[in-house]
């Protein structure tokens, strides 16, 4: 076997010349990697295509450029179907029918690896920081070729060319870390703006949550770091940029020299060339008055606010360990709205938590009806094996389900309303894409994240433009340029 002789010939010799400190340990990976990819493509008949399928969140999206920007620098190619020679899926276990996505997915790839045997499947994220997923894909998918976890995967490189050597999978996740290796080539799906991770993990624990054990304990990087990497991107023409952590609000607190978020708002702000700022996610809790202030005194942070209430019954949010209360999670949105009235919030929402009752779930929707969110991101409850809510009592499926319709008729009802308050005023819109539906427009978004499609051509696209709101369609607008 090809690669088993360069195995014999310079494993030995790889192993001497590794460096052991991180980034440097993987350049020097990416360049022996680099060195069989095109060593193979010379051969003739290889063309080094990779995919990559990402599920789940923000954070996930971001990780996935990362391993895009490593499989690039290593000379693979992207291709928008898994009809390629590595495909990576990038997995997400908040609720299990993200899993069963994935086995779906893995049926149809091994049908596809058949055919080329040469392609390689590799699987990250998530879900693979769960044993019994791990041992599942040992002992039912042995056509998987590399599995790793949430906290390595700036070792892509490494792991890869370990796989090529050695001719069977490898499986490497780590528990935990307290490592962030950054400053490792990262691809960027768009041009003009950018996620920048400011913390990792999570310490919260919420009962029905998976995401602490899978994304461990909370991390955040240094602001120094964060500010550097917010300069070149704005050097590198970014000018939206949105900061990312599962709980933004506890920024910094663990750090040598604690900071607030609402602080590193204040820096990020500064950045030349930066015009808007996003973050996500808010936890309640932690939501500070300072934060607020410096929401309301920028002139960049985007008039957004994500803030996950997950239940309206104090009841039920004490048992979801969320440890705020209906009325004070009422307080917080009215000092929000009070200090920007023109916020637009959204929210996640699970229905059918267990034990949730008529009266638990009447609170939910006396929520939704008083701070009338411009949209709701709503889940019906999913259990999740070792978390603490899956022992408890589950609600019957039926009763659940006919909840979450009256949610959804409900969120929608009001985000209908609520969204098109911006009709018949000029508004600042960052062009995103070409419209791929009407030809001769384009599709940007608003501050507030609403969507505005209007005439013009795609020199547009990056740049923040003056736009009449002429129609609002409910969840996004008609418009014209103006100017
Ligand atoms: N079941 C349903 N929804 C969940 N979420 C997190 N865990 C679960 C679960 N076990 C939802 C929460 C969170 C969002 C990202 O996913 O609403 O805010
Ligand atoms: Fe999960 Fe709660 Fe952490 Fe969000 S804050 S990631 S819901 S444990």
Redesign the pocket.
């Known amino acids: 076997m090809e690669h088993r002789e360069f195995y014999d010939k310079n494993y030995g010799e790889i192993l001497d010349h590794a460096p052991d400190r991180e980034p440097e340990r993987q350049y020097y990976f990416l360049d022996q990697l680099k060195e069989i990819i095109e060593k193979k493509k010379r051969e003739g008949g290889y063309q080094a295509t990779f995919h990559i399928e990402t599920y ?2 923000q954070m996930n999206a971001k990780d996935s450029e990362k391993l895009c920007g490593i499989l690039r620098q290593a000379g693979f190619t992207e291709v928008d179907t898994e009809q390629a020679d590595l495909v990576l899926y990038n997995t997400c276990t ?3 029918n993200a899993n069963l996505k994935v086995y779906g997915h893995l049926g149809y790839v091994h049908s596809l690896k058949k055919k080329n045997p040469g392609m390689l499947v590799a699987l990250c994220g998530c879900m693979m920081q769960e044993p019994e997923v791990v041992a599942k894909i040992k002992k039912d998918y042995r056509f998987v070729d590399v599995v790793f976890g949430t906290h390595n995967i700036f070792k892509l490189a490494e792991l890869l060319y370990d796989r090529l050597m050695s001719g069977h999978m490898e499986v490497d996740i780590w528990e935990g870390t307290t490592e962030i290796v950054e400053d490792l080539p990262a691809e960027r799906k768009y041009p003009f703006k950018s996620g920048v991770n400011i913390m990792f993990g999570c310490n919260n624990f ?1 009962s ?4 602490p054990y899978v994304r461990g304990r909370e991390r955040s990087r240094e602001p120094e770091e964060i500010i550097r990497e917010v300069e070149q991107l704005a050097a590198d023409g970014v000018v939206e940029i949105m900061l990312l952590g599962q709980n933004v609000n506890s920024y910094g607190k663990t750090l040598e020299h604690p900071i607030s978020f609402a602080e590193l708002l204040r820096r990020v702000e500064k950045v030349d060339g930066i015009e808007r700022i996003r973050f996500m ?1 808010s936890h309640p809790k932690d939501l500070s008055d300072e934060l607020i202030q410096v929401m309301k005194d920028s002139k960049k942070i985007c008039r957004h606010l994500h803030l ?1 209430v ?1 239940s309206g019954s104090t009841e039920i949010l004490t048992k979801m360990n969320r440890r705020y209360t209906k009325e004070q999670y009422l307080e917080l949105v009215r000092k929000i709205k009070e200090a920007m009235p023109d916020i637009s919030l959204t929210t ?3 229905v059918g ?1 267990p034990g949730e009752t008529e009266a638990d779930f009447n609170d939910t929707m006396d929520v939704v009806r008083q701070v009338r969110y411009d949209s709701a ?1 709503t ?6 094996t070792g ?1 603490p ?1 899956a022992k408890m009592e589950p609600v019957p499926e039926d009763v659940v389900k006919d909840r979450f319709d009256r949610l959804l008729k409900l969120v929608q009802e009001i985000s209908g309303e609520v969204c098109g308050r911006d009709v018949h005023t000029v508004q600042k819109v960052l062009v995103e894409e070409k419209n791929s539906h009407l030809e001769g427009y384009v599709t940007g978004r608003l501050g507030n994240n609403t969507l505005v499609h209007f005439p013009g051509g795609s020199d547009l696209i990056g740049k923040i433009v003056d736009v009449y709101l002429e129609e609002s369609k409910g969840f996004y607008y008609m418009g014209r340029q103006e100017g």
Do not use: H, L
């Not at 029905?208 to 995401?211: D, E, F, K, N, W």
């Not at 889940?379 to 999740?384: D, G, Q, V």
């Open positions: 789940g969140c908040v609720r299990e919420c029905y949550c998976i995401v996610t996950p997950q996640d929402i699970i938590f991101f889940f019906i409850y999913s259990k999740r978390t809510a």
